[in-house]
């Protein structure tokens, strides 16, 4: 049962501190999406990759935020430096002719 | 632009009854997908179903059926024989063809009453 990976599944860490999240993609999918669930905000789309070529990253903060798919087994997100609004649940989720699966998730705690 | 709407913020059901969730959606498109994700107290948001616009057959997985209503861009989903594990916050989502993003709706929140 094929599945999208993500690693940490739980991150507490302090304000300044840089936080990288994993993902694992369904082997043959050449999407993925990196997203971001809040209470106040919903479900954001930050960046998203097809083909390992990033195609839109609107919607993650420049500054601090870096998505990157080093090989098809593997897309990164990083955050540098963490604040605490960032705390989030971050979902990568992984594609294949218009439909996507999702991680599950990895919870993040910056204090 | 493709939007959509769940009017239904909270709904409730019975163990073993049927419920119906709302869902409509606005596009231009002609090729176009929708599904619904279930997101249980995990945060695990797991497909539930999925419907191609061109077909006409509503789709079904085993408890879980829509209501697919073109013209009237509707997307209903309907869950028979509730159980306790349905509980969960359900989006309905659309996408259509080659465009890769999902636009989704704010959600519905169900509760199964025991």
């Known amino acids: 049962d094929a599945r999208v990976t993500q690693t940490p599944r739980h991150k507490v860490t302090e304000m300044g501190q840089e936080v990288t999240m994993r993902c694992q993609p369904i082997?043959?999918?050449?999407?993925v999406f990196w997203y971001r669930q809040t209470m106040m905000q919903g479900l954001e789309l930050l960046a998203y990759?097809?083909?390992?070529?990033?195609?839109?990253d609107s919607g993650m903060p420049k500054d601090r935020f870096s998505a990157e798919m080093p090989d098809a087994t593997l897309a990164t997100l990083k955050i540098q430096p963490s604040e605490p609004r960032d705390s989030a649940v971050y979902f990568c989720?992984?594609?294949?002719?218009?439909?996507?699966?999702f991680g599950p998730g990895t919870r993040l705690l910056v204090l | 632009a493709q939007t959509v709407t769940q009017s239904q913020p909270e709904m409730s059901v019975q163990e073993a009854e049927t419920v119906t969730l709302s869902c409509t959606y606005d596009?231009?498109?002609?090729?176009?997908?929708l599904f619904w994700y279930k997101q249980p107290p995990s945060r695990q948001m797991i497909l539930v179903i999925r419907?191609?616009?061109?077909?006409?057959q509503n789709a079904t997985e085993n408890r879980f059926s829509v209501n697919f209503q073109k013209a009237a861009k509707s997307f209903s989903l309907k869950i028979s024989d509730s159980q306790l594990g349905d509980a969960a916050m359900y989006f309905c989502?659309?996408?259509?063809?080659?465009?890769?993003?999902?636009?989704f709706g704010q959600g519905t929140r169900l509760t199964i009453n025991p």
């Open positions: 989720a992984s594609g294949q002719r218009e439909t996507q699966y």
């Open positions: 596009t231009s498109e002609s090729d176009y997908y």
């Open positions: 989502a659309y996408t259509y063809f080659g465009a890769q993003k999902l636009v």
């Open positions: 419907q191609e616009a061109y077909k006409q």
């Open positions: 990759f097809r083909n390992r070529a990033p195609l839109d």
């Open positions: 082997l043959g999918h050449n999407t």
